[in-house]
């Protein structure tokens, strides 16, 4: 016969008093970790006890039960029922659901004690996300649900955000196929094709970063820092119906902006209503552009006007608002710091007086009615207002003595980069402002820079260059007079004019974004300004008082009006002559750069130039790319990214440029060769600081990511 197999016997369970329980010695837990006592007590007088006690009777010396039982395993539990007993919130006598183990088993109780914290299986990560997604559905709050888990609403809304993202990423990383830093990426979009889009699109690449999933999920939107958003503003942008994207996972400046052409409607919108007030003030034309290029005052005369003075109440809130400040720093002058109201208070009041400062400009009306006016944005999102520009067209005509006019036309000077015959160079496309990057990027030959962005970084160089020239008047003087002596003893020939010499401002035909930004460009208009100011009205009025200056003030004001004659531009050449520049004279153009850049020891580097993906690195084939970091940052980086895809080469690139002191052919001198000279001890340094996913070893993490909060049992 077949031996019949053993029933296993489970272990009663019975409710038991409160105050027969008691905790074992046995219990293995000895340090606090997850949920607390207090948290968890909490959770039982809200839901009641969810799992029972594992209890076992004491035995006396005689080997019968005491009628007492003590806990091996539901220690964290019984201190939770034991501090809602001491609340008096549970009776003494309280019945407490118990497993009660026979005494003659051989399992010890430290055994059982073990084994119920190990056996128990952790929650996935995305379960938890669902759960919370469940609850919600079924009528829950944000906060009703973080007040039940003891977590706060921000992370409630992340785990929800989590459950929001496509439900075939989920199942991918349910599988292990994405991590979690990956999966809080996605959550910044909650398109759900174009996530699963991205994901094919990285899906098989070795670099699946969470900042490049990031990207392209907003690569199409506008970030709320853009001058655009904060001239419309969010509240104006959302209530027309535009989505704003957010990351709950790490700082994202207040999101994107997902409908561009709903933000650009708004703001042609704002702006038109803007210039529709201005035009009120009888102005004859206004030019409105969300941003102007350097440089677009150009052969325009601006007009002056009379700031208007203050009046007896404004000065009156002047004097308050001084008083006010004044008795805020000596009551607080030997803290060593401020208090949060205190010092938010002085801001408001510097702002105040700024405002109160910055007086309103009254125009000639007879100026007015011929002069016009430019509305933009600034770089801050504020409105942006300059008036008083009168066009050529637009100028009063001279009248000579005996009513006799001028027949002579005023003589107009080429302008720099005017483009001649196309020749034979290849043709380069353009998208946007931008060349198209050629099929072949991955040819071991590195070929020449595109021709626009020579001149853009030429243009970098000439602004740089021209505020080299002008903060050293000797050289300034030197730069004239060379040019003067060649006029008179070659016979060059020149314009008409009283004085056979002249000074030609060059613009730029091709700039980058950031070229009116630059350092170099503020520091020139800073001084532009600052020289206007001191200037009389009037012909002889200003001959006077030229004629008073001092000789440093004389210099200094020289070498500024020659600087904006510097050109450093290269542009191409023309070879079958009429405009346009010459190859010799190009070439002699950028030499006497070269020599002027030596003279003032212009340093492109400390003029604020750095190598980024939009003024270089993202617009050059990845030969160049690689070649770039590996003569700034060293062999061993350049190694390390050679595998990349353009776009993340591009960045890494920036990162490893940022403090190398590198720049590409067109920002050096002729005879420096960056490629030929030793790598510098601080290069060879920066080279091993590479990111963990670039040199193997470890994922990247998020820092600003919270940590998933444990929902453990009870």
Known sequence: MATAIQKIILSPSRDIPFNKLSLSQANVRRIKAGVSIEELAEDIARRGLLQSLNVRPIIDADGAETGLYEIPAGGRRYRALERLVKQKRLAKTAAVPCVVRDPATPILAEDDSLAENLQRAPLHPLDQFRAFQALRDKGQSEEDIAAAFFTSAHVVKQRLRLAGVSPRLLDVYAEDGMTLEQLMAFTVSADHPRQEQVWETIAGSWSKEPYQIRRMLTEKTVRASDRRAMFVGLDAYEAAGGTVLRDLFQQDDGGWLADVALLD??????????AKAIAAEGWKWIEVAADFPYGHTHGLRQIEGVAAERSADEQATIDALNAEYQRLEAEYEGADELPDDVDARLGEIEALLDELDTRPVIFDPCDITRAGVFVSIGADGRLVVDRGYVRPDDEAPLVLPDDETDDATA??????????????SRTVITVGGQPIESEDDEDDVIKPLPERLVIELTAHRTLALRDAVASNPQIALTALLHKLVIDTFQRTSTGG???????????????????????????IAERHDAWKADFPQGDQALWDWLSALDDASRLALLAHC??????????????????????HGLERRLTQADRLARATGLDMVEAGWRPSVDSYLGRVPKRRI??????????????????????????????LLADARWLPEPLRLADTDISSEPAEPEAEARSVDLPAFLSGDEEPSDEDTEPLPAIAAE
């Open 265 to 274: 409607t708004l703001v042609a919108a704002k702006l038109k209503t803007e």
């Open 411 to 424: 003589a107009t000077s080429a302008q720099a980069g005017e483009p001649g015959p196309s020749g034979t």
């Open 497 to 523: 004019g009283c004085l056979e010499a002249s000074v030609r401002h060059v613009f730029f035909p091709a700039q980058a974004a950031d070229l009116k930004d630059s350092p170099s460009a503020c520091a």
């Open 562 to 583: 020659v600087s904006f004659g510097v050109n450093a531009l290269y542009e191409k050449p023309n070879p079958y002559g009429g405009n346009g520049v010459s190859q």
């Open 626 to 655: 690689v070649e770039a970091v590996r003569e700034g940052a060293g062999d061993r980086a350049a190694q390390l990214i050679e595998h990349l895809k353009k776009a993340e080469m591009a960045k890494e690139a920036e990162r």
